[in-house]
């Protein structure tokens, strides 16, 4: 659920606010403990944008009858909090929200979910659950999917006779042509698409981040050519740069001021409203036929914090919420903001995904999907190789050189994880 | 009667001393601890590593390029913040009316929070499209917008930022020149005129320059010290959700990302780095000490 991202981003600037969070909860911590039947737990989300979440996952917690289950709802910056959390030997939160990292799973900071998925385990779609998957082992349950994609505005297409773009270089000459005026062709961040478009480089000429033999997957020519596309395309002048709002909001797009946006699922309700159905969406293209057209997908899953005092609890509390329990998964992903549930099975029965650019959305999930954040590759590797992406795309730097300097460096990163 | 003064200074200065100990000395002494472990996602390490982290962040790309960047920033910076707050100082202090005014004029950016002016400069007058302020005004001279975030070629994301810090800082500097400015005698002015010397360039270079040497090294060094430690202003400014640009980068940004960044704390090379820098800057400060001093 990005829109939660955004308030989290916005309110992540604001350190100060972040800490005084941390105080309230630390204050709200002690409500939940003591009575009640059985053992008490507590669980933390961060806080989503949308209005209603954190009533409705209160509401499923409250149900739950086999133990006392606290909900902590973290506005601020949740991935800093969380990651103290876990360091500390308290025990608290049991059961959170997050991405699944190989660097908590070495250092022993979640447990294995498998017997928990166990029963559904075929239902949750592939790149979703691989993205919570180490070492064979299930460390997080899915629980709502968010992807990116590119959405275009149709009428501004007609009107410049351009076809929507089936690859990288179609895409460029449409940005240009369509670059008329204060309308620019393509908005992609204020960085040029630097942080979000690297992943779909590598896709769209056959590579990855890392191969399933945990090698370094971007070792190649061919990444310097992809990389050097969004390069060109950064060059070109047919991209927007500097907009009030980031990539993750669609005001670029809904306001005119581009012809296409790389933006999120998140912001088609927005987008609705500001353009009616005068846009489409579609998948980052191939640059040639060794890639393939690819969305990036993703999803917070719940986990099991492996200090806390109740696993077994909290396992069984997981289960209950996130895999039996699918009339509330359903609730979660489509009352409130616009997602995609994981499991196959409430995703083809949600009436609202089967048409429009919703289930264009759906079927790109099922055909495209990449995950944008595999849990081996690390921060360090990607912060590599986003500065590596920056200096190419940003400052005309060699690709060749920085890709393989990036490359390097995320193969030692590998070396040390996998030997 | 000595019992008693003891007991009260330990009154008074213990609270202090405790909190001092537990909130600043431990955690320095604990990040340079591990700062010889291999501390992942752990702030109680077993795997003892030497130097190893240090060889890293030294011969690593991206640490030793922030410092250079940002020894760049300080030589420009310093001398720039310098110059500006102490003239702006001499200006106020010679008002004869509404000093107050304008002295709190030019102090109130000073009380103004670094991540709501980061904001304001990012948001509403640097930011890219054609209604930005800036962008407006080079309208009117029929100049086509500017991305002056997102611009690296040629890199205007450096006026908004030195704008931004000068805004911020140079109110501080300032009341700090004119208390200094205040303390001089006013029978030196007097003596020197009768001797001759003309109002202006002479007395501010044997009288006003020499008396405020206290007042500029103490300037000197803060602003040395805050041009390193520089963080707010660029990780609000330059900063998005996904990450930091790897230019303009400060070191504590890079190392925050390093320890902090979300889902891998390398508490190692983060601790390792935290102390190089102040090293650099303990280093620096003792030789820019040192040559203003004599």
Not at chain 1, 215 to 228: L, M, N, Q, T
Not at chain 1, 328 to 335: G, H, I, K, P
Not at chain 2, 128 to 134: D, F, I, N, Q, S
């Given at each position: 659920m990005n829109s939660g991202d955004i308030s989290r981003r916005t309110v992540l600037s604001a350190t100060g606010a972040a800490a005084l969070a941390g105080l309230l909860g630390a204050c709200g911590s002690n409500t939940g403990r003591g009575g009640g039947s059985g053992q008490a737990l507590k669980q933390w989300y961060h806080a989503y944008g949308e209005p209603g979440v954190q009533q409705a996952v209160e509401r499923y917690a409250g149900s739950y009858d086999k133990a006392t289950v606290s909900v902590q709802w973290n506005p601020g910056d949740y991935d800093s909090k969380l990651a103290a959390a876990l360091l500390a030997a308290g025990g608290e939160p049991d059961v959170f929200e997050s991405v699944t990292q190989i660097?908590?799973?070495?250092?022993?900071?979640?447990?294995?979910?498998?017997?928990?998925?166990?029963?559904?385990?075929?239902?949750?779609?592939?790149?979703?659950?691989?993205?919570?998957?180490?070492?064979?082992?299930?460390?997080g349950v899915p629980q709502a999917v968010d992807m990116q994609m590119l959405f275009y505005r149709k009428s501004m297409f007609d009107a410049a006779g351009v076809k929507p773009p089936s690859t990288v270089d179609e895409l460029v000459d449409a940005a240009?042509?369509?670059?008329?005026?204060?309308?620019?062709?393509?908005?992609?961040?204020?960085?040029?698409?630097?942080?979000?478009?690297?992943?779909?480089?590598?896709?769209?000429?056959?590579?990855?981040?890392?191969?399933?033999?945990?090698?370094?997957?971007?070792?190649?020519?061919?990444?310097?050519?992809?990389?050097?596309?969004?390069?060109?395309?950064?060059?070109?002048?047919?991209?927007?740069?500097?907009?009030?709002?980031?990539?993750?909001?669609?005001?670029?797009?809904?306001?005119?001021?581009?012809a296409m946006q790389w933006?999120?699922?998140?912001?088609?309700?927005?987008?609705?409203?500001?353009?009616?159905?005068?846009?489409?969406?579609?998948?980052?293209?191939?640059?040639?036929?060794?890639?393939?057209a690819s969305v990036p997908v993703g999803a917070y899953g719940a986990m099991v914090n492996a200090k806390s005092k109740h696993v077994d609890e909290a396992k069984a509390f997981i289960k209950w919420l996130w895999v039996d329990r699918t009339d509330?998964?359903?609730?979660?992903?489509?009352?409130y903001g616009f997602h995609i549930p994981p499991r196959e099975s409430l995703a083809a029965k949600a009436g609202k995904l089967t048409t429009g650019v919703a289930a264009d959305a759906v079927r790109f999930v099922r055909d495209n999907a990449k995950s944008s954040n595999p849990p081996d590759w690390a921060p360090s590797m990607s912060s590599a190789l986003d500065d590596a992406v920056s200096r190419v795309v940003r400052e005309g730097a060699d690709a060749d050189t920085e890709l393989r300097a990036a490359a390097q460096k995320a193969r030692d990163e590998l070396k040390r994880l996998y030997g | 009667m000595r019992r008693s003064d003891t007991r009260a200074f330990w009154l008074f200065v213990g609270p202090f001393a405790v909190g001092l100990l537990a909130f600043v000395y431990v955690p320095i002494g604990w990040s340079a601890a591990l700062s010889f472990f291999d501390a992942r996602n752990t702030v109680t390490p077993?795997?003892?590593?030497?130097?190893?982290?240090?060889?890293?962040?030294?011969?690593?790309?991206?640490?030793?390029?922030?410092?250079?960047?940002?020894?760049?920033?300080?030589?420009f910076i310093v001398p720039t913040t310098f110059v500006l707050s102490l003239g702006l100082?001499?200006?106020?202090?010679?008002?004869?009316?509404?000093?107050?005014?304008?002295?709190?004029?030019?102090?109130?950016?000073?009380?103004?929070?670094?991540?709501?002016?980061?904001?304001?400069?990012?948001?509403?007058?640097?930011?890219?499209?054609?209604?930005?302020?800036?962008?407006?005004?080079?309208?009117?001279?029929?100049?086509?917008?500017?991305?002056?975030?997102?611009?690296?070629?040629?890199?205007?994301?450096?006026v908004v930022l030195v704008t931004l810090r000068l805004w911020l800082q140079l109110g501080f500097y300032l009341i700090l020149f004119i208390a200094g400015l205040q303390r001089i005698p006013k029978h030196l002015y007097e003596a020197a005129w009768i001797d001759g010397a003309k109002p202006g360039w002479q007395t501010l270079r044997?009288?006003?320059?020499?008396?405020?040497?206290?007042?500029?090294?103490?300037?000197?060094?803060?602003?040395?010290?805050?041009?390193?430690?520089?963080?707010?202003?660029?990780?609000?400014?330059?900063?998005?959700?996904?990450?930091?640009?790897?230019?303009?980068?400060?070191?504590?940004?890079?190392?925050?990302?390093?320890?902090?960044?979300?889902?891998?704390?390398?508490?190692?090379?983060?601790?390792?780095?935290?102390?190089?820098?102040?090293?650099?800057?303990?280093?620096?400060?003792?030789?820019q000490g040192k040559a203003i001093t004599r």
């Open positions: 660097s908590a799973v070495r250092s022993g900071q979640i447990v294995p979910l498998d017997d928990v998925i166990a029963s559904a385990k075929d239902d949750f779609t592939k790149t979703i659950l691989a993205g919570h998957t180490v070492d064979g082992q299930v460390y240009r042509r369509l670059t008329k005026g204060d309308v620019k062709g393509i908005f992609a961040g204020n960085d040029g698409g630097v942080a979000v478009l690297g992943g779909p480089a590598l896709w769209s000429v056959g590579l990855d981040y890392v191969t399933a033999g945990h090698d370094v997957g971007f070792d190649e020519p061919s990444a310097a050519v992809a990389i050097g596309k969004l390069r060109e395309l950064y060059a070109s002048g047919a991209m927007l740069q500097g907009a009030v709002k980031d990539w993750a909001e669609p005001d670029a797009f809904t306001q005119g001021l581009v933006t999120g699922l998140w912001t088609v309700p927005a987008v609705q409203k500001a353009l009616g159905d005068d846009f489409g969406v579609l998948p980052w293209p191939k640059l040639d036929d060794n890639g393939r509330y998964q359903e609730d979660f992903n489509l009352s | 077993t795997d003892f590593v030497g130097l190893a982290n240090y060889a890293d962040m030294l011969t690593d790309g991206p640490f030793l390029r922030s410092l250079g960047t940002f020894s760049a920033f300080a030589l100082a001499l200006l106020v202090n010679r008002i004869t009316v509404m000093q107050a005014f304008f002295r709190s004029v030019f102090f109130l950016p000073a009380a103004c929070s670094y991540v709501v002016a980061s904001l304001v400069w990012k948001l509403s007058i640097f930011n890219g499209v054609r209604y930005g302020l800036a962008n407006t005004v080079l309208g009117w001279f029929g100049v086509d917008p500017i991305a002056w975030v997102g611009s690296t070629d040629p890199p205007w994301y450096w044997y009288i006003t320059l020499p008396q405020l040497r206290t007042t500029s090294v103490a300037v000197l060094l803060l602003n040395l010290i805050a041009a390193y430690q520089a963080f707010d202003e660029f990780y609000n400014v330059l900063g998005t959700a996904q990450g930091y640009p790897p230019f303009a980068r400060p070191p504590l940004v890079y190392l925050y990302y390093t320890s902090l960044g979300s889902g891998e704390q390398d508490f190692g090379h983060g601790g390792a780095g935290a102390v190089l820098l102040a090293l650099v800057i303990a280093a620096v400060t003792l030789v």
